[in-house]
């Protein structure tokens, strides 16, 4: 029944021709339902589709009286828009988990040890391994980190690493995020509202919780602490304020959290630490959980015009008076022009090979990678190298012509400004879509926290392109989100 | 608590509040603005409706005449007002997002929801017949929003500052009507006492809700000095200025505990209130009714700006 819900549908010769190619989470190659989905696949063959759209129907009134909301850039009359959300949940089998886990740990860990490495010997570098101009000579390197020595030597707390899967054994990073990577908050409310309208799915599932994150936040923000501080830490979450894309998340996890969620004017810096102005006075804040970017942080050492940071907050954290998480200049180890030299750097640091794969890429400033670029530009994805949120990429092979033509303008222009990828066949999930049942294209964004000790709570966020053959899942381009299921074995 | 969250949390009270007032003085106009009468008479009441509101000026800047379906559509939905039921709830739910960590899911959700519906009605759409159901709409959210605070948040200052809100405004909304009306409540030498005197007192009482409480306090007819006792100082009535100072001062006297400290709001607060707790209303009207009243409005305003100041709401 499952199977007749799903869709004939239109769709262009090479879309469908991904798709024919795309692993199916639910189907895998066509040979049958593959065991995570057992339980919910016959569920789903015992719904009927009106059935399924009231529940998304009530599932986004649900969202929208939460106010689980997110700003649009440049869309006024979008103020406040919802991000599509699915009912069909995507489902990570233990063993698949546990194998995604130890990579990510693998990479957290390697990361940071590359950036307390830049910003202090740069060894990687005196190795040869990575060029020097690529590491100082990039906008995401950030000198004024020279020699700064955070909390238990760690500079991105919280990444957010995107995962796609392309068959049942390839997991491949897309992309590090060790900036401030956001989309927990979706995590979170999208499995209490599949938790209030579908309890009967998680009596026959085993799924593992994902509510410990705020916890495992805010011990991770407390264990990176400045040194020598006594007693129990204070934090704070800085914001941009309530017109920010990700306020809601910001918001969210304030509360989750029990922190203050401050603006950079409820802020000040006097007598050697950072003060937050409340009904009593000045208090001290310890640590900053800030989702601001480095830019913005302090108009005394970045940008001068910004209102929204706090004159003084760097020097304060060069000298250990107060934790900024994620530290500044954590922007070098995300860059796309950093990318490709990971596994690199993963065996670097880690003396081991990178258990979850790179995606193979094509540096527009090497002339033989620039060459191969242009020749093959309808059968690759070419990004910007400082660009997110799906903005400014070319995604050949549902391009049309005279696009792939625009963008090559673009890229003879400005080569070193471009990165590209092979177009890969994204594993599909079944989405309900207006016509019915059908495959989508997804991936997978896991939040990992790293503190004390790397903490990673059995989940992440499932975007989903909902554009038939689409594979852009980003929010600000309508994609929309999944429950994301790891079942306990 | 940051002094920017007391500052949103006790606007988002007044906010919700004010919504409320504006909605049950405009139902009270319209009741006046419906009965027979002779003349061009009619729209006058607005005019006393719209400086109870504080919206007269507002209004006159931007229309000439008095007109039932302008002053309705400014008082519920004009977002030049910024007293309007709109301007009130998009205010509201402004503050509360800002500071959607200090409410509770219940009460983000009842404001948020209320925002949502009330955007959505389009006021070309509202016949005379559907304006009391708008009307009871607008305070039934009011009273959601306000139960949701009773039952789900911590009695700590978010609790008080919020009820701090609320109080003043109530204490303001109050003040006003009687500023407003106070002449029909003064010692006629001529007992008019017509249908016109009637209408009129019990306008006032409709306007606080009180029209059948009064009834069960004072088991007699309208009497305009009773009127006035009932409103200004009767500790059981919960829209008199003796209640709402019972309120301020109980919300004020915990911020103290909390806090450890007494300020000079304190020292503002007990002193309005016990002029309301030890007065009675023959003095109040032997030296003078309306001088009271604007007294009182002047220090309820200097108490809120005492507040605003004592707990740093301005940073």
């Given at each position: 029944m499952g199977r007749k819900l799903q869709q004939q549908e239109q769709t262009?010769?090479?879309?469908?021709?991904?798709?024919?190619?795309?692993?199916?989470?639910?189907?895998?190659?066509?040979?049958?339902?593959?065991?995570?989905?057992?339980?919910?696949?016959?569920?789903?063959?015992?719904?009927?589709?009106?059935?399924?759209?009231?529940?998304?129907?009530e599932a986004e009134t649900m969202f929208r009286r939460t106010g689980i909301t997110f700003a649009v850039y440049g869309k006024e009359e979008a103020a406040e828009r919802l991000i599509p959300f699915d009912i069909i949940p995507r489902i990570i089998s233990g063993p698949e988990w546990r194998r995604l886990t130890a990579g990510i740990e693998q990479r957290v860990r390697a990361l940071n040890a590359f950036m307390y490495d830049i910003y202090?010997?740069?060894?990687?570098?005196?190795?040869?391994?990575?060029?020097?101009?690529?590491?100082?000579?990039?906008?995401?390197?950030?000198?004024?980190?020279?020699?700064?020595?955070?909390?238990?030597?760690?500079?991105?707390?919280?990444?957010?690493?995107d995962i796609v899967r392309t068959s049942e054994n390839d997991?491949?990073?897309?992309?590090?995020?060790?900036?401030?990577?956001?989309?927990?908050?979706?995590?979170?409310?999208?499995?209490?509202?599949?938790?209030?309208?579908?309890?009967?799915?998680?009596?026959?599932?085993?799924?593992?919780?994902v509510d410990d994150y705020p916890e495992n936040l805010l011990k991770t923000l407390a264990s990176v602490a400045p040194r020598g501080l006594e007693g129990e830490p204070t934090i704070a979450l800085l914001t941009p304020g309530q017109y920010n894309s990700a306020y809601f998340e910001h918001s969210f996890l304030a509360d989750q959290m029990g922190v203050e969620l401050v603006e950079g004017h409820d802020l000040v810096v006097l007598d050697g630490s950072l003060q937050m102005k409340t009904t009593q006075g000045l208090r001290r804040i310890d640590v900053l959980y800030r989702r601001i970017d480095d830019d913005f942080l302090d108009p005394l050492v970045f940008r001068s015009d910004s209102v929204l940071g706090v004159p003084g907050l760097f020097d304060l954290y060069r000298a250990g008076r107060v934790t900024i998480v994620n530290a500044p200049g954590g922007g070098i180890a995300d860059d796309k022009a950093i990318y490709s030299y990971i596994p690199e750097i993963i065996k670097f640091y880690t003396g081991r090979a990178p258990i979850l794969q790179n995606v193979p890429t094509y540096n527009c400033r090497k002339p033989d990678d620039f060459k191969y670029v242009l020749e093959h530009l309808p059968e690759l994805v070419v990004k910007e190298v400082h660009g997110s949120g799906g903005y400014g990429m070319l995604v050949g092979p549902t391009a049309s012509k005279a696009e792939i033509e625009a963008f090559r303008a673009k890229l003879v222009a400005n080569a070193t400004n471009y990165i590209a990828q092979p177009t890969l066949a994204l594993s599909t999930c079944p989405t309900l879509v207006d016509t019915g049942v059908a495959p989508r294209h997804l991936d997978l964004r896991p939040f990992v926290l790293f503190g004390d000790e790397v903490r990673l709570s059995a989940g992440g966020l499932t975007r989903v392109a909902l554009q038939a053959g689409s594979l852009v899942v980003n929010s600000s381009q309508g994609g929309g989100t999944k429950d994301t299921w790891v079942l306990q074995d | 608590m940051l002094g920017r969250t007391a500052n949103d949390l006790y606007w988002l009270a007044r906010y919700v509040e004010r919504a409320e007032n504006m909605a049950r003085l405009t139902e009270?106009?319209?009741?006046?603005?419906?009965?027979?009468?002779?003349?061009?008479?009619?729209?006058?009441?607005?005019?006393?409706?719209?400086?109870?509101?504080?919206?007269?000026?507002?209004?006159?800047?931007?229309?000439?005449?008095l007109n039932t379906r302008d002053v309705i559509n400014y008082l519920?939905?004009?977002?030049?007002?910024?007293?309007?039921?709109?301007?009130?709830?998009?205010?509201?739910?402004?503050?509360?997002?800002?500071?959607?960590?200090?409410?509770t899911r219940d009460m983000w959700e009842s404001l948020n929801a209320a925002w949502i519906e009330f955007s959505n009605i389009n006021p070309a759409n509202i016949t005379a017949g559907e304006?009391?159901?708008?009307?009871?709409?607008?305070?039934?959210?009011?009273?959601?929003?306000?139960?949701?605070?009773?039952?789900?948040?911590?009695?700590?200052?978010?609790?008080?500052?919020?009820?701090?809100?609320?109080?003043?405004?109530?204490?303001?909304?109050?003040?006003?009507?009687?500023?407003?009306?106070?002449?029909?409540?003064?010692?006629?030498?001529?007992?008019?006492?017509?249908?016109?005197?009637?209408?009129?007192?019990?306008?006032?009482?409709?306007?606080?809700?009180?029209?059948?409480?009064?009834?069960?306090?004072?088991?007699?007819?309208?009497?305009?000095?009773?009127?006035?006792?009932?409103?200004?100082?009767?500790?059981?009535?919960?829209?008199?200025?003796?209640?709402?100072?019972?309120?301020?001062?109980?919300?004020?006297?915990?911020?103290?505990?909390?806090?450890?400290?007494?300020?000079?709001?304190?020292?503002?607060?007990?002193?309005?209130?016990?002029?309301?707790?030890?007065g009675n209303i023959d003095d109040i009207f032997q030296s003078g009714l309306h001088e009271f009243i604007e007294d009182f409005i002047i220090r309820n305003n200097r108490l809120g700006n005492d507040v605003a100041e004592v707990y740093h709401f301005n940073g």
């Open positions: 262009s010769v090479k879309a469908t021709q991904a798709l024919r190619k795309a692993f199916d989470e639910m189907n895998g190659t066509g040979d049958g339902v593959r065991a995570p989905y057992n339980a919910v696949s016959e569920w789903l063959g015992t719904q009927k589709l009106e059935d399924l759209k009231q529940k998304l129907l202090h010997r740069q060894e990687i570098i005196k190795a040869g391994k990575i060029p020097e101009e690529l590491v100082v000579g990039n906008s995401a390197f950030v000198p004024e980190m020279m020699g700064v020595e955070p909390p238990l030597g760690i500079y991105s707390h919280i990444i957010g690493i997991f491949f990073v897309l992309e590090d995020n060790t900036r401030t990577p956001s989309g927990v908050s979706y995590m979170l409310e999208n499995r209490e509202t599949m938790m209030h309208m579908f309890p009967d799915l998680f009596a026959r599932n085993r799924v593992a919780p | 009270v106009g319209y009741r006046i603005v419906l009965l027979p009468r002779d003349g061009d008479g009619t729209h006058e009441e607005w005019r006393s409706t719209l400086s109870s509101a504080g919206c007269a000026q507002g209004y006159f800047s931007k229309f000439e005449t519920l939905f004009d977002f030049s007002n910024p007293s309007s039921v709109k301007s009130c709830l998009a205010a509201a739910r402004r503050n509360g997002r800002a500071q959607r960590t200090s409410l304006l009391p159901r708008v009307l009871d709409w607008v305070r039934s959210r009011s009273a959601l929003y306000r139960g949701a605070l009773l039952n789900t948040i911590l009695r700590n200052d978010t609790f008080f500052f919020s009820q701090l809100g609320t109080f003043l405004e109530r204490a303001d909304n109050t003040a006003r009507i009687l500023d407003v009306k106070y002449y029909v409540l003064l010692p006629q030498i001529e007992m008019v006492g017509g249908g016109v005197d009637a209408v009129q007192w019990g306008a006032i009482l409709r306007s606080v809700s009180a029209h059948r409480s009064y009834r069960w306090v004072y088991k007699e007819n309208y009497k305009p000095w009773r009127i006035a006792e009932y409103l200004i100082l009767n500790q059981a009535m919960p829209r008199s200025l003796r209640s709402c100072y019972d309120e301020i001062n109980i919300a004020l006297s915990d911020l103290a505990n909390l806090y450890g400290e007494r300020s000079v709001c304190h020292e503002t607060a007990a002193g309005t209130r016990n002029l309301l707790s030890s």
